[in-house]
């Protein structure tokens, strides 16, 4: 993604996320939620919109936390689809409401989100995208692409003569150990 590399640093809006937490590995489950729900708002719309609604979606989906979100009902959609804050689409807040519920079953059957993906790496991007559609609602090729590479289980984030990409390997992103 070497256009970002160009356009991000230094940027109000896309910098401190491509310089901190692009490609970068993570493994909190509310940070996971986080990206996956950011990623499939951003379906149809720019990255910038999303980044500059973040702080909308955080309040409106409650810190991200997984079993808040699980257990909304009718309120909480009507709620979310009158939210200025974030993107309004029927579809997008049913997905994440379904997809809290997915990560829930992960915990138990595989211990969490992150212990889920690990359980799967490393496959190619066609096998996730195959995987996630299975597994999650509104998880396309783009949706699925993006959410991987953003974690670092998937390559190509940074090019490589970026700092963020030297900061990243420092960190033995899982794409690195896939080899």
């Known amino acids: 993604m070497?256009?970002?590399c160009d356009i991000a640093p230094g940027h109000p809006v896309h910098g401190s996320y491509h310089d901190h937490e692009?490609?970068?590995p993570q493994r909190e489950e509310a940070v996971l939620f986080e990206r996956l729900l950011l990623e499939i708002n951003q379906a149809g719309l720019?990255?910038?919109?999303?980044?500059?609604?973040?702080?909308?979606?955080?309040?409106?989906?409650?810190?991200f936390d997984v079993d808040?979100?699980?257990a909304y009902g009718d309120a909480d959609r009507a709620r979310l689809l009158a939210d200025p804050g974030i993107i309004r689409n029927r579809l997008k807040v049913d997905a994440a409401i379904h997809n809290a519920?997915?990560?829930q079953a992960l915990r138990g059957s595989h211990g969490g989100f992150a212990a889920w993906l690990?359980?799967?790496h490393p496959l190619?991007?066609?096998?996730?995208?195959?995987l996630f559609k299975r597994t999650f609602r509104f998880t396309g090729g783009e949706i699925t692409g993006e959410f991987l590479m953003s974690l670092g289980y998937l390559r190509g984030a940074h090019r490589e003569s970026c700092p963020a990409h030297a900061r990243i390997t420092a960190l033995s992103p899982p794409w690195q150990a896939a080899g």
Do not use: C, Q
Not at 125 to 130: H, L, V
């Open 22 to 24: 692009y490609g970068f």
């Open 2 to 4: 070497s256009g970002y």
């Open 118 to 120: 690990d359980a799967h």
């Open 101 to 103: 519920g997915v990560i």
């Open 124 to 130: 190619d991007k066609p096998e996730w995208i195959k």
């Open 46 to 63: 720019s990255w910038e919109t999303i980044l500059r609604k973040r702080e909308g979606f955080r309040r409106a989906y409650h810190g």
């Open 68 to 70: 808040t979100v699980a």
